[in-house]
């Protein structure tokens, strides 16, 4: 089907010089991010959505992923040298980074995230490659019944693995439906829930909402933690390179740690839903049980750093998995991807396999570059890196903020740009303050079009005999696993708070 | 030391702002231009915009953006450009019908003299296609013979419009159909392409299943036989009397003032004679490149508008979901 030409040609394209250039931009860029306290992955994209507007398709979406890549690997720096992981996902790797960096090996563990990072960020890589491929080519043949089932049944699985309540998962993702049928019916051309409001005639735009929700609101969040932890100190690289250095002994020692925690992040990054952070403490709390000195876990022991690091990077380009082979979205990053790939005129899923193949391996081939491209940057900008995180909140929190409003004015939204950024930058906040799912908020937002078209093709196809569903072997598959998925985390929410209440 | 650096700071920034103001008042365009698609991210519109916003950010010199505006086959952008007072640097890259019929079938914010025509560039090739390994060979009578003794048999509709003539047809030829929604032409190809749908309308996405042999062209919804498929019939030729010829014209409000819809035209004709252009319109998306000009599109346009006007009140409006 696709020729070993076509894929020649993209490896040679991705390795051209601006190609290279502009994923080392975006690698340089995420680790940056990454390394300072309090920015993350998902501000980090929802900001350079709009940068991207005037570069080309491939370029855009090439430096959005090595954004994504590099925050990964950048957080552990912070974690290790500030006890303050950049991001959630990170947070396991203070476990034991901290108590290294403090016994004075800083260089020793800020190597083994690196490494941990780049392999586990490299090996899923491959896995997706090998993976999506062959997804997409089987999803190609899905028709409506097919998709409607597998979408419903991706938005409860996202409702019940992502956040910690089903109830408040369910809930995220009715608040993402209910935005995400805003605008025209695909069918009749009515408006619903416009109130009147001509911007919303073509829904709800996407990049205030997301720049809302997830960048704006993080500003508010560390404002309150600004304020509580002022006088934190990070940790300097020290002059002895002799007492504090990787040897090529201690790296074999946690190499083994490092592939098992890069399969565990791959596994749970395929499943759409449960994210980098459960991840990495999967990864984290695998190793230390099976370790003969589970003890010394927590107290600066290598492994525990390279189980989580690895596990945080592995994620990552395992969760583009759904993306690319279904066209579902399983992270926060992979939706806003989506949300730049439309913005390209691209429609990522299944048919870029068809439409897109140079496309789609030139991403691929892209990918492997910021995998070697990090490494690179992340060894010989350790000392840099390393200066980074002393960048104060008060000046950091102000730059984010102005860098988002103006990213919403540039493109052009207006007033009424200004009052959705906001309004959802509330919403956001009080998602964070009362634990509410954002993977299910915005998945099920911009999944839900989607979902209404194919559920209503279905509908009229079938005349609305819903019996047909039994001749159809893969959506009866996924509508069945729906209900029992439903029902399983019900059960399993009541089973807790029985728990909890007879406690 | 200080003061003087604050004086020149001073003095350069007057500067430079008399200048751009200068460039504002001389120079259209002076700053990065939106060109509004009305459909949705890869169907042929859009593919064909992309290529047409290349060539004219050379010509024009400014960025041109593509800003995808779906919805209600390309109404949603017109509501919105309708509106605009930016004088021509959002401008709209789309389908006649849009302002021809769209009027007329649904309650819309705009007019067909809302806007300007700076010209027309491409003259579409609509039609309607089906897929291969049919239980119909591919031919517009087997279809309609096929349609008529299943009950049920379904087709894949895009726009009102093309839903009107659809049920035009079902009603001259006595088919029950089953006509269901997509996004676009990347909504429908998948759904012909696999089968679960037996025959659908394309704007043109089919162009690029042609050569394959993946989407037989069964009718062809221009006024004279298709370019490309000429063994198609004509919609006139099948025997119905509707008048569907697509012209792609790039609209701008009508308060737009003349030197820019001048300066735009003439990117466009240069456009038009761009091999890029020309390659991803006639190859790809197998539709003639022609420059219309601003009056002669007009025309046209006004003349298409009235006959969809007749056309409703025969089928006693827009055909409801009942």
Not at chain 1, 65 to 92: C, D, F, H, Y
Not at chain 2, 92 to 118: C, I, M, N, Q
Request: glycine share 12%; proline share 5%; hydrophobic share 50%.
């Amino acid at each position: 089907m696709i020729g070993f030409d076509a894929i020649l040609n993209a490896f040679v394209a991705a390795l051209g010089f601006n190609a290279i250039m502009v994923v080392l931009g975006g690698v340089v860029l995420g680790y940056l991010v990454g390394v300072i306290p309090g920015l993350n992955r998902s501000v980090a994209i929802a900001i350079a959505i709009p940068l991207t507007f005037y570069m080309s398709a491939y370029a855009a979406i090439a430096f959005l992923i090595g954004l994504s890549k590099g925050t990964a690997a950048g957080s552990a720096v912070s974690a290790i040298l500030l006890n303050t992981p950049g991001e959630a996902s990170s947070a396991a790797t203070c476990l034991d980074g901290y108590p290294m960096a403090r016994a004075g090996k800083p260089r020793k563990a800020l190597k083994i995230g690196l490494l941990a990072s780049v392999i586990g960020d490299l090996l899923a890589t491959l896995l997706l490659i090998a993976v999506a491929i062959p997804f997409a080519a089987v999803a190609l043949k899905f028709g409506p019944y097919e998709l409607t089932a597998i979408l419903l049944f991706a938005l409860v699985f996202i409702a019940g693995m992502a956040g910690g309540s089903f109830l408040k998962g369910l809930a995220a993702g009715g608040m993402g439906i209910i935005l995400g049928t805003v605008g025209l019916d695909p069918e009749t051309g009515a408006m619903r829930l416009t109130f009147g409001f001509a911007e919303l005639m073509e829904g709800v735009p996407i990049l205030p909402l997301v720049i809302g929700t997830l960048a704006l609101s993080e500003m508010f969040v560390q404002l309150d933690h600004y304020r509580r932890n002022r006088d934190e100190k990070p940790i300097g690289l020290g002059k002895d390179r002799k007492q504090d250095d990787l040897s090529w002994q201690e790296f074999k020692t946690i190499l083994p740690t490092i592939l098992r925690g890069t399969g565990i992040g791959a596994f749970v990054g395929a499943l759409p839903g449960l994210g980098p952070s459960v991840g990495s403490f999967m990864s984290y709390g695998l190793a230390k049980r099976s370790a003969k000195d589970p003890e010394s876990f927590g107290k600066g022991n290598p492994r525990g750093i390279a189980a989580s690091e690895s596990a945080d990077n592995a994620v990552i380009p395992a969760s583009y998995i759904p993306l690319f082979g279904l066209g579902i979205p399983g992270s926060v990053s992979a939706a806003l991807l989506v949300g730049a790939f439309m913005i390209h005129g691209i429609q990522v899923g299944p048919l870029m396999l068809r439409d897109h193949p140079e496309m789609l391996f030139t991403l691929f081939s892209g990918m492997i570059v910021a995998s070697i491209l990090m490494l690179g940057v992340g060894w010989y900008g350790l000392r840099l890196f390393a200066k980074v995180t002393s960048v104060p909140s008060h000046i950091v929190i102000p730059v984010v903020i102005f860098l988002c409003l103006a990213g919403i004015q540039v493109q052009g939204y207006g007033t009424f740009g200004m009052l959705v950024v906001f309004g959802f930058a509330l919403f956001g906040y009080f998602l964070k303050k009362f634990d509410y799912s954002f993977v299910t908020f915005l998945v099920a937002f911009i999944v839900t079009p989607m979902l209404e078209m194919n559920l209503r093709q279905s509908i009229i196809l079938s005349g609305g005999e819903i019996s047909i569903l039994l001749q159809r072997p893969i959506a009866l598959t996924f509508c069945i696993a729906t209900v029992l998925m439903a029902l399983h985390l019900s059960w399993s929410g009541y089973r807790k708070r029985a728990e909890l209440r007879a406690a | 030391m200080r003061m003087k650096l604050l004086t020149t700071a001073v003095i350069s920034a007057t500067m430079s702002l008399g200048i751009a103001g200068q460039l504002q008042a001389d120079d259209f365009p002076s700053q990065p231009l939106s060109m509004v698609v009305g459909f949705g991210a890869g169907g042929s519109t859009d593919i064909q915009a992309r290529v047409l916003a290349n060539v004219l950010e050379e010509e024009l010199g400014q960025p041109v953006n593509v800003v995808n505006q779906p919805g209600a086959g390309g109404a949603v952008a017109l509501a919105r450009l309708a509106n605009n007072r930016d004088e021509g640097y959002t401008f709209a890259f789309g389908t006649s019908s849009t302002v021809t019929f769209g009027p007329h079938a649904t309650e819309t914010s705009f007019a067909l003299d809302d806007f300007r025509y700076v010209a027309g560039i491409t003259v579409g090739q609509a039609a309607i296609v089906t897929g291969e390994d049919r239980p119909f060979s591919a031919s517009w009578e087997e279809v309609v013979e096929y349609a008529r003794e299943n009950p049920g048999t379904s087709y894949a509709t895009q726009t009102a419009l093309d839903r009107l003539v659809i049920e035009y047809i079902a009603k001259q030829e006595e088919l029950d159909l089953r006509i269901v929604p997509t996004s676009g032409g990347a909504g429908m190809a998948p759904l012909i392409l696999s089968g679960d749908v037996d025959f659908g309308y394309s704007g043109g996405t089919h162009s690029g299943y042609a050569e394959t042999g993946e989407m037989p062209v069964l009718l062809g919804l221009d006024n004279e036989r298709l370019v490309a498929f000429p063994d198609a019939p004509s919609l006139r030729e099948a025997g119905y009397d509707i008048n569907t010829g697509e012209i792609r014209v790039i609209m701008v409000p009508s308060n737009t003032p003349d030197s820019h819809v001048e300066r735009l035209a003439e990117a466009l004709e240069a456009a038009t004679q761009d091999e890029r252009f020309i390659e991803i319109t006639e190859e790809r998306i197998l539709m003639p490149v022609t420059y219309v000009p601003e009056d002669e599109v007009t025309e046209r346009l006004n003349e298409q508008s009235e006959g969809y006007r007749t056309l409703l009140e025969e089928m006693g409006g827009v055909p409801d979901d009942a």
